[in-house]
């Protein structure tokens, strides 16, 4: 019987610790190009994930925050225990529509986003509740560059001067 016992926990570590290892592999952030030796660039290129998304790294106003790019969502949005972590301000109440229905939030003006080196000032932020540990970049972002995705890739390149919203 006790043979049985060890032979059960065993399996139960290495199932869990497969699919600790699949998960990581399907969310894990790929690595960016193009933001040059400095740090900085006009133009970023972002690999598929295994999962399909385009994934990131980034900040709100210095704080890191891991982004998936979202071409569907209205704002750059981040979890509520995320943002009280940062200390973002309350902002005004607002209601989202979300694949999950509509949730209340908030909105945060005048916010510093950075994803790579790409780097936007004065933004509304979206705080979800529901959201987890992952920000969407939203559109208030993204239009910003031209967003152009080709064979597994995602490149975001700043807008020509004449060209910007």
């Not at 569907?72 to 607002?94: C, D, F, I, K, M």
């Not at 004065?122 to 540990?133: I, K, N, Y």
């Amino acid at each position: 019987m006790r043979g049985h016992a060890i032979a059960t926990v065993v399996w139960i570590g290495l199932l869990a610790g497969g699919w600790y290892l699949v998960d990581r592999s399907v969310t894990s952030t790929p690595a960016v190009r193009g933001c040059g030796s400095e740090g900085r660039g006009d133009e970023i290129v972002l690999a598929v994930a295994n999962d399909g998304h385009f994934y990131l790294d980034g900040a709100v106003n210095g704080r890191a925050v891991s982004f998936v790019v979202d071409t569907g969502a209205s704002n750059v949005t981040v979890g509520g225990r995320w943002a009280r972590q940062a200390g973002l301000s309350e902002g005004r109440p607002a209601f989202f529509n979300t694949a999950n229905g509509r949730v209340e939030g908030r909105l945060v003006p005048r916010q510093k986003v950075r994803a790579a080196c790409l780097e936007v000032d004065d933004l509304t932020v979206a705080v979800s509740p529901g959201l987890d540990e992952i920000g969407l970049l939203g559109q208030n972002f993204l239009r910003r560059f031209e967003v152009v995705q080709t064979a597994g890739e995602l490149r975001l390149r700043h807008r020509p001067a004449s060209s910007s919203p």
